[in-house]
């Protein structure tokens, strides 16, 4: 009140100058602190949903099955042509080839996720990750149902939803199979523009050409 001179007209303007020029900065600091901390805020809250949302997929290609084979096996395309017969022949090499593709997508969907899970895991769940892709290197099966009861309990925390009962049973779980492709060359093959390919093909080479109607590679057709 001292420094506020309402005495005079001069007095006056200062004063109230004075005012507005305080209160113009302290709104100013406040907004920018609001805006700061609305940034960090909204930085924090990307950061964890993208974190979770690659624990959830992670989840899902370590425990998306709960029947069949629950384990993942480590063994290479590699490793299965070196312990192959040395006198089969090449005609056979096909249906092995097919027969452990499925595997062999199955554990490339794990190493990817437990890649992810070593990325973003918490303490526990890197150790768990770590033993797991530990095993895989040495080229023994791993089970991977701890490691995913670890990463539904911290799911289900983080995104505040209850325990599951005690009383619920769930089965153990194991790695989501792979969709085969067996169709896949069958679909090729039915294609309309590979079903003739040969017929066409064969059909031009029996063609005779007129003569004077042939065409040199810089002529350019009609």
Not at 108 to 126: F, K, M, N, P, R
Not at 141 to 155: C, W
């Amino acid at each position: 009140m001292r420094m506020m001179d309402l005495s005079s007209w001069q007095g006056a303007m200062s004063t109230v100058v004075g005012l507005a020029i305080f209160t113009l900065l302290g709104v100013g600091i406040r907004m920018l602190m609001m805006q700061t901390i609305q940034q960090r805020r909204e930085r924090m809250n990307r950061q964890i949903n993208e974190r979770l949302k690659t624990l959830i997929s992670a989840y899902r290609t370590l425990g998306g099955s709960f029947t069949g084979q629950l384990t993942v096996d480590p063994t290479h395309l590699r490793d299965l042509r070196a312990g192959a017969p040395s006198g089969a022949d090449d005609s056979g090499a096909p249906d092995g080839t097919s027969s452990s593709d499925r595997t062999r997508r199955i554990r490339d969907a794990v190493e990817a996720a437990l890649a992810d899970i070593l990325l973003l895991g918490t303490e526990e769940h890197c150790r768990l990750a770590g033993q797991a892709a530990g095993d895989l290197a040495a080229g023994r099966p791993i089970h991977t149902a701890e490691l995913v009861i670890s990463l539904r309990s911290f799911i289900r925390a983080a995104l505040d939803l209850a325990p599951i009962p005690g009383d619920v049973m769930i089965p153990l779980q194991g790695p989501t199979r792979a969709q085969g492709s067996a169709g896949h060359g069958k679909g090729d093959a039915g294609r309309p523009g590979n079903k003739g390919g040969g017929g066409d093909m064969g059909g031009g080479m029996g063609m005779e050409i007129a003569p004077g109607t042939g065409r040199k590679d810089g002529d350019l057709p009609a």
